[in-house]
């Protein structure tokens, strides 16, 4: 599993013949708070509640990004867009840094920009690479203690902003090649970039035998469905809750290290993906997941781009200010404006792991259940000390440059042979109906529940 993301937002000046406005003298409540926590060491529970903090800004952003034919699927670090959202934070005043700490859900988080500086650490000592710059073009006078608190809080370095080719070549080393050409160009107003790219390569805890991935099919909704590689397992250590009040599947499978994947895969014919985002609480999943169990699983082999410019869903979250007239006096003495937050990201899931499934174990399982992800599914990858989501997005359509197939059996409203009702998964025998259909009462009963 790979997972990598660049994100970049650009200032500009707001009108190159604005007065000259003197900077209000406000800093202090900034700097006591900085003041007062230096040389803490932070908590377990101080990274959860950032974590928790992370994960809402997130899914409040998830929630305003298009997701349809044009643009299938989205991956986004909320992590990242927090680390860049803070940044700015150092340099924001007044009601602008209220509002940046409202959206970031910091109001009631004390020492928030030491702990998320702390988290950061943390997570790029275990599992993840982060790398931070702040691009200044020359001749843009910044204020000193912005570049150092950025420096001190979140390793973002200085550098002067050269060329367009400068700055992609550092995104693609910073993301390990995978996000080439960034950039066509620069606009010449632009006066500050920051800049932030996180790189996650992962190893299942169980990985899968490359031998048995095999076509298989994903149902975009109950008329379409595509043909994707699916890797399977016969037998595969899975934590597996079918939550009635998410009206989905949810599981996680452990990486190597501290992170997991975790999949809230709605059942089909109950809810989507954008109608369980906003009922979605990990922390609270992860706790209500039950132990692990042995089981089949079929999961789709992806590879998937996205590029978005986020300014239009950051402004339906409520941060438009930040577009037009911002307080970054903290910034600069001249006025500022966020002019772009531009943002790329790639992942892939392949059956790399650490160790191998029991693929070929034949010991004689009374009953075993299945969970195949073939329709729709929202996924976070999950660092398990803070349960801070390093990425999430969601996946309607694996294979977005094949054209959909009809279901294979249009007479029947619901083809979604193999997912588990409800009711009956978890205990439902596959050795009697291994490769066999639901049978259609169930599925009719299953229409007769939901009205
Ligand atoms: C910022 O707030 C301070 C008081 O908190 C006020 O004196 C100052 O005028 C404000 N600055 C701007 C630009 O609104
Ligand atoms: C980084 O991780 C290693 C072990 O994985 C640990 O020994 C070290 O203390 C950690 N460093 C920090 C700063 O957390
Ligand atoms: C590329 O990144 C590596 C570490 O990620 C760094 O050591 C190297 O100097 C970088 N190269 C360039 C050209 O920036
Ligand atoms: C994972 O977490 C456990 C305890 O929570 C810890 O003992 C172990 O060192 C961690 N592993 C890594 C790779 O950080
Ligand atoms: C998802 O479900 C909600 C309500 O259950 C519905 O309003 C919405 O149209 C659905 N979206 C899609 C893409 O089917
Ligand atoms: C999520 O669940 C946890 C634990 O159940 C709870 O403490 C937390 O307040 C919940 N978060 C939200 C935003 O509801
Ligand atoms: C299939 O859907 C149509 C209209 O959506 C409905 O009239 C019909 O009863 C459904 N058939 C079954 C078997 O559920």
Redesign the pocket.
Known sequence: MKLCLLLLLCLCRLGLTEEFTPAADVAEETEEEVRGCGGRVFSPEDHRAIGGAVEQLGLRLLEKLPVGLQQPNVVLSPLSLALALAQLTLGARNETEKLLLENLHALNLPCYHHVLGSLLHHVSNTSLEVAARMYLRPGFEVKLSFVEDSLARYQSSPVPLVSVKEVNQWVENATNGHVPNFLESIPHDVVLMLANAVYFKGEWQTRFDPLVTSKGVFYLDNQNSVSVDMMKSAQYPLRLLDDPELEAQVASFPFKGNTSFLIVMPLPGRGNVSSVLPKLNISDLYRRLPQEKTMQVNLPKVKLQYRQELEEALTNMGLGSLFSGPDLSGISDRPLRVTGVRHASTIELSEEGVEASATTVVTSMRSISLFSINSPFFFALVDDASMTPLFMGVVTNPAPDDDPMLNDDPG??STMSDQPLMDDVGERDIDSERGHRQP?QS??GL?GKTE
């Open positions: 029947r409203n259609l599925m009719s229409d």
